[in-house]
Structure formats: C-alpha cells, structure tokens
C-alpha cells in the first residue's frame, strides 16, 4: 500500500510503499481518508517526542478519518505500530474508533480531531471553566490556540484572553471571540502588568499554555506574588505545548502566594480511553456549535514538499489516496 513513511528521523516522511497491515483480535481495519499533521505528528516523525518510537521504518500520522470494513466512517486514534494513519490503510483498537458526524467532512473532522485534545479536553475534563470565570490562552495564534478561542467561549467563558506573537494572526483573534488580545511581542514587565490588570479585572480561572519559555514566565509573575489577583477559584493552568521553549524558571513563592495549580495536558495525562470517551461529544459539538478551523489540504502523494511548508495557524491535512 502506499503511504507517507518515516524512514529517517530529521527528514520530512516520504511517499512510497509500506506492508499492508493485518488486524489482531481486538482490532478494526480502517481504510484512511484523510490524516491531519499536528506538532506532536511532526515530534514524533523527528524523533524527539517522549511518546514515539526508535524503531524506523514507521508509517506517520497518530489520527485520521475512515472507513471500517462494515462501512461506518470513524474518527480514529492512535494505530498500532508501526501502522500510523498517513496510509491507505491502518489497523486500531475497536475501543479509538469514534463515529463522525454527517454534516462533518472527512477533511474538517480529520482536522479538527488533535486541536480539540488540546483545546476541548483541558476546558472540559482537565480544568473545566467555573460561571464567570475567564480564560487566558497563551499562544492563541496557532490551529489549537484559534480553536480553544471559540471552545471557551462557547462553554460559557466570560472573557476570553489571547496573546501571541504574531502580529498580523493576532488582529484575526477577535473574529473568533477573543475579548482581549495581548502582543507577546512588549516588554515583558508591560505584559506583565497587562495580564494583571485583566486577571484582576476578569477572574481568570483557567490558562491553556500552548507556549511555555519565557512568556509562562511572564504569566506566572502576572498572577503570583503579593500583588497576585485573587479570585474566587484556584487558577488552573494548563501546559500543552512548548513551542517557546522547553523549560521556565519558576519562583516557588509565585505558587505558594497564588493559588495556581499546574496540570499537564499530553499523552499520558489522561488514558487513551478517556481521551476517545472525550473526543466523541466534542466533534459533535464541532459540528453542531460551527467552530472554524483553517485547512491546508493536499493529495498525501505530495507529503515530502507540503510537511514543513504550511502555516502555522492552518492544520495541514493529507487526503488518501
């Protein structure tokens, strides 16, 4: 069959022939329409994510939209290795298959399944939003960020605050209901002050971190610390991506004067079942509430050109065959 196959770590997947793939008790052969690229599919086709494999060759791709043999269309998570779900076709668990809404192309399902792990799950499982509390989305500008925007405000936020880096993306936030946007892009004790001044002024209960580095630390000084804003719930804050960097330096004090409570929001903070268990009322939400998500879609023959080359704010999706 053909497939977009990592063959070596550094390199973008290339477009070739791969074993076809036979079900074990317990599995469902799924024929693939369609697999999105999200950051942790590229981490894991480098190499460098805490989840993948050393083993090489592998098929890319950890979710996608199909067909099963009896003809229900599923969104589906997480193949057996080394079968990923950038293939004609793949093979899963029969407990990661979710059924996807008529009204949702496969396109549109394919790519709203990865942003809604790291959108929808942390504001309804994870750290679910309080009456009258607001939420800050750091790093908003990207698929996830724009997704959890429209999330938030949907499940009830009564603000929704949005920072990113880019200044042209960021002028598009309020469109999808972002009531503030901040520019991560100032001084750092502006930001600082900005991010208090809207915490007081709004009550912030939950923060999505799509960033980390440097502006977490901005964040953490904005609601630690003796002029910390108080609400009426502890602030939850969420940590689901790292694209700032890696790592912070974190006063101890900022924790203990604050009432923050740090969650991760990754594979492993929740089991796969109860992210299938999860995933299954957002994508009927998706469809129902009309959430938008940018789509750069191209025929999977074209995975070595198209890998690196689409905007961050689009969720690059490949249709198979």
Do not use: C
């Amino acid at each position: 069959m053909k497939a977009a196959v990592v063959r070596e770590f550094g390199r973008p997947p290339q477009y070739g022939d791969f074993p076809e793939p036979t079900p074990t008790p317990g599995e469902t052969p799924v024929s693939v329409a369609a697999a999105a690229v999200s950051t942790l599919v590229r981490s894991r086709a480098s190499g460098a994510h805490y989840s993948g494999s050393a083993d090489l060759p592998f098929v890319a791709g950890i979710d996608g939209v199909g067909r099963t043999p009896d003809g229900r269309r599923v969104y589906f998570l997480f193949p057996r290795p080394p079968f990923g779900s950038m293939a004609e076709r793949t093979v899963v668990s029969t407990e990661r298959l979710i059924p996807v809404p008529d009204v949702l192309d496969d396109t549109t399902a394919a790519a709203a399944g990865n942003p809604g792990i790291a959108s929808w799950i942390p504001l309804t499982v994870l750290a679910r939003v309080l009456p009258g509390e607001s939420v800050l989305i750091n790093g908003a500008t990207g698929a996830a960020g724009r997704l959890a925007i429209q999330v938030a405000k949907y499940l009830g936020a009564r603000k929704v605050i949005a920072t990113g880096r880019d200044e042209a993306k960021l002028r598009t936030l309020e469109e999808l209901g972002a009531d503030v946007v901040l520019s991560l892009g100032q001084p750092a004790e502006a930001l600082r002050d900005a991010l208090r001044r809207e915490a007081a002024d709004a009550q912030v209960g939950v923060v999505l971190d799509y960033l980390w580095g440097p502006p977490a630390e901005t964040i953490f000084a904005a609601l630690g610390g003796p002029n910390a804003p108080r609400g009426a719930s502890r602030i939850r804050y969420v940590q689901v991506g790292a694209l700032a960097g890696p790592t912070i330096s974190l006063d101890s004090a900022k924790l203990r004067s604050s009432g923050i409570e740090i969650l991760g929001s990754g594979l492993g903070s929740l089991t796969d079942q109860q992210i299938v268990v999860a995933l299954g009322p957002f994508l009927a939400t998706f469809a129902q509430a009309r959430f938008r998500i940018a789509i750069d879609r191209q025929p999977i023959s074209n995975v070595d050109a198209a890998w690196d080359g689409s905007p961050t704010e689009k969720r690059l999706v490949f249709s198979i065959p």
